[in-house]
């Protein structure tokens, strides 16, 4: 069983406040990935990272930004929230070993 | 394009009955399958997966799935449904060499008494 944490699990923010949703997980996995999921509709790639160092936009445009200072850290920032941004955060990282991603409890997001 | 299709949004069945989620998917290169539940307010939890071999594969919480490459389907199965297995159920297929995983829209399981 994977350790993927994520914080806070739920956030309410007003407009234009600026936020970081935190990801750590404890296996040494290279491979991470932001999720945006939205209640009946598939999850949407909006971030990935394969090491230090390297990120990627995912499929789904997205006004948040990621880094990848460690190994074990991968936040996602919106500079500015706004209503649009309401949704669930589901962060992931990927078992190079069995291929596999493991999820973490995801952080519920409300911009009022 | 890569794509996973779960036809039904909703699926109510008994407590004790038997129950089965479907999947279909477009997927360019070999791929790799997945199954994952979410509780309400939870991340999602692998259940299955299957790479290659065998192609029915068991998983945790007594739940199996099997692989038709005919049919580009995995559809997961349970004997006997748990008033506990009431959750949202997402197919997801990916591949060693792809970036990404690509997931269907889920199925909602409730199960009555």
């Known amino acids: 069983e994977a350790d993927i944490y994520q914080t806070p699990r739920y956030l309410v923010i007003g407009t234009g406040k600026k936020i970081t949703l935190e990801c750590s997980q404890t296996m040494g996995h290279d491979k991470m990935y932001w999720y945006q999921q939205d209640p009946g509709m598939e999850l949407h790639l909006i971030h990935y990272?394969?090491?230090?160092?390297?990120?990627e936009k995912g499929d789904l445009s997205s006004e948040s930004t990621v880094s990848r200072i460690r190994t074990e850290h991968f936040p996602l920032t919106l500079e500015s929230a706004r209503p649009s941004h309401t949704s669930q955060y589901l962060c992931?990282?990927?078992?190079?070993?069995?291929?596999?991603?493991?999820f973490g409890p995801g952080t519920r997001l409300t911009v009022l | 394009a890569q794509s996973v299709t779960q036809p039904d949004i909703h699926i109510t069945v008994s407590e004790g009955a038997s129950l089965e989620l479907r999947c279909n998917y477009s997927y360019g290169a070999t791929p790799y399958l997945f199954w994952y539940v979410q509780s309400p307010g939870q991340g999602l939890q692998l259940l299955l997966k299957y790479f290659s071999g065998d192609t029915l594969v068991q998983g945790i919480k007594g739940f199996e799935a099997e692989f038709k490459r005919s049919q580009s389907s995995f559809n997961l199965r349970k004997p006997s449904v748990h008033w506990s297995d009431a959750a949202e159920y997402f197919c997801a297929v990916g591949a060693m060499t792809g970036n990404q995983f690509y997931f269907g829209t889920g199925t909602s399981l409730t199960v009555i008494p």
């Open positions: 990272s394969y090491g230090v160092n390297s990120t």
């Open positions: 992931a990282s990927r078992d190079r070993a069995t291929d596999t991603q493991y």
